[in-house]
Structures are given as structure tokens and as C-alpha cells.
């Protein structure tokens, strides 16, 4: 089955989705964006996704393109039309098509795209054996809280980390404190079983799956403390993960090459990870 695109109000197919080359999502990065979890043909944690997205589209000042029941109904359509059982979803909204300037043009109807790839779950190798960081420092601008296409560091910091064979890099501020992965957020758990990951503020984009983590973590009596950690902090830790909607919850096992704890995914990270996982299946 060839895979379809909605763009600009049609559904087309993928291979023949184009938008306008003034599209200021092209010219700008200006644009905002989501990646949701399909699991058993269902969405995890929809209405946070949406939310998340009405909040940097208003922090952009970017109108909504749709309404949200009609955005659920898009992005239903094309899981639908892409026959996706297990999943992503993305989600891209610019500002819009107009002649290259820099301010805001008068007259601009924001442009949605929607895609929907399969996806298969992690290796259980990748879970079983943990992932490796990498640490870099952190050269974003200061609003990472906001949902914005503009990647390039993170692009970068990812390309890195692949170079130096590990999975994420982990970037660092000026202060020496992780802020968060290129596309995760980080965790610890010291050596008294608390789980610490940075409050989300500016500094780092406040993960839908962040926040259903530190529901489980809450639900299941678990001690967590939201405070900055350093790498120094990080490497001594009894365990380490890191969480996104599209690597749900990886245990990470070492820090630029020294073991996290001994080496191995720790009990606390392989709970959580469990727990996660029965979280996003309830989404069928
Ligand atoms: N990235 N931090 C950054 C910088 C991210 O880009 C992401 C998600 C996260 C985790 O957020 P969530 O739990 O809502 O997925 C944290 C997506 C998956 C991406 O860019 O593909």
C-alpha cells in the first residue's frame, strides 16, 4: 500500500507531497511540530500532544490551522490511511507561504503537514544491554520549551553522538548541568533511589513522556526530585534512562564511555520502562 500525506488541506500521496518552496517553515524553520506514539492502531497521550502544541503555537503566535476535533480527525484519517498499527505520527504546522521577510507577513494561512510511518518496537538487545550518551554542550537558543522545527543543534549534537557510536548526546549549559538529550529528556537515580530528572523550564522541552513517567513515578511511591544534575553526577548515579515518545524509556549504561553504575540497565529503569509501555498500550 503506497503511503498518503495530508498537506495544506488534501491527503496526497507521500511521494508526491510537496509545499510551496516560500513556505516559511522552509525559509525560517518558522514552524512548530509533534511526534505522537501509534500503538495497537491507537494514539498515546493525545490530548498532552495537542495541548503541548496549542502552547508553542501560541507562543510562535502561529494560528491553529484546525480546529482540534478536526485535527484529531486528520491525524486519525492518515494513521488510517497509512495503515499504521504501531507507529508515529508527525505533525507540522508553519506560519505559512509568503515573500521571504523576516517579520510576520499580514496575510498568511498557516500550513499543516501530516505523516504516518510504521515503526518497530526497540530491539530487546538495545533494552537488555542499555544505550551509550555522549555529552556535548548545549548551544540552543533559550526557548527549547517551545516545540520549533528549528533542530540544527540538535541535528548536530544527534550526528555526534552517532559518530562516536552511542545512541543520544546529552548537551550540558554553561552552569555544567545536563539539560536534555537532542530528542529525549535525561534522568538519573542517585544511590538513595531518587529520581531525578531537570524541572522543566526554558531549558528543555517538557516531554509528554516526561510527564507520564513522573505520573507513574508518583503512582507508584517512587521518590523524584525535578533539579538539575551534572555529568560528574550523572556518571556516578546508580542508574541513568532517558525518555521520548519514540524510544519510550532507554536505559542508558554509559556516559563519553564510563559505566553508570555496573554497567548494566538497573532494576528502577526496567520497571519504569514496563510501566511506560502498559501506559502507551492502554492507547489501543
Ligand atoms: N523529540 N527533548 C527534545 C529536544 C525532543 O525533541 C523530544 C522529542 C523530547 C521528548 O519529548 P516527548 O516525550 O514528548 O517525545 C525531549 C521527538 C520525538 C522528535 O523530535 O522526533
Not at 518552496?21 to 500503538?39: H, P, S, T
Not at 498499527?85 to 523576516?102: K, N, S
Request: proline content about 5%; charged content about 25%; overall charge positive.
Amino acid at each position: 500500500m503506497s503511503r498518503v500525506a495530508y498537506v495544506d488541506g488534501r491527503y496526497v500521496p507521500h511521494r508526491l507531497a510537496v509545499v510551496h518552496i516560500e513556505d516559511r517553515g522552509y525559509q525560517f524553520a518558522d514552524g512548530v511540530y509533534e511526534v505522537l506514539a501509534v500503538v495497537g492502531g491507537g494514539l498515546v497521550d493525545e490530548e498532552p500532544h495537542l495541548l503541548r502544541l496549542a502552547r508553542s503555537l501560541s507562543e510562535l503566535r502561529i494560528g491553529a490551522p484546525l480546529s482540534a476535533a478536526a485535527l484529531k480527525i486528520v491525524t486519525r484519517e492518515v494513521v488510517r490511511r497509512n495503515n499504521v498499527h504501531h507507529g508515529i505520527v508527525y505533525l507540522q504546522i508553519t506560519r505559512g507561504v509568503a515573500p521571504r521577510d523576516h517579520s510576520f507577513p499580514k496575510s498568511v494561512k498557516p500550513v499543516l503537514v501530516v505523516t504516518s510511518r510504521r515503526r518497530k518496537p526497540a530491539d530487546p538487545r538495545t533494552v537488555e544491554d542499555g544505550i551509550a550518551v555522549i555529552t556535548i554542550p548545549d548551544i540552543r537558543w533559550q526557548r527549547c520549551d517551545i516545540k520549533s522545527i528549528a533542530l540544527l543543534p540538535n541535528v548536530l549534537g544527534k550526528q555526534l553522538a552517532k559518530e562516536a557510536r552511542a545512541f543520544e548526546a546529552w548537551q550540558v549549559d554553561r552552569a555544567g548541568q545536563v539539560t536534555e538529550g537532542t530528542s529525549t529528556n535525561a534522568w538519573i537515580v542517585t544511590a538513595d533511589r531518587d529520581v531525578v530528572t531537570r524541572r522543566a523550564d526554558n531549558a528543555i522541552l517538557n516531554g509528554i513522556t516526561r510527564l507520564a513517567v513522573l505520573d507513574i513515578i508518583r503512582g507508584e511511591g517512587f521518590r523524584f526530585v525535578e533539579r538539575p544534575f551534572t555529568v560528574a553526577e550523572a556518571k556516578t548515579a546508580s542508574e541513568a534512562f532517558l525518555t521520548s515518545t519514540t524510544v519510550d524509556l532507554l536505559p542508558v549504561v554509559r556516559i563519553d564511555g564510563d559505566r553508570v553504575g555496573n554497567g548494566m540497565p538497573g532494576p528502577l529503569s526496567r520497571r519504569l520502562r514496563e510501566r511506560y509501555l502498559a501506559h502507551a498500550a492502554a492507547a489501543a
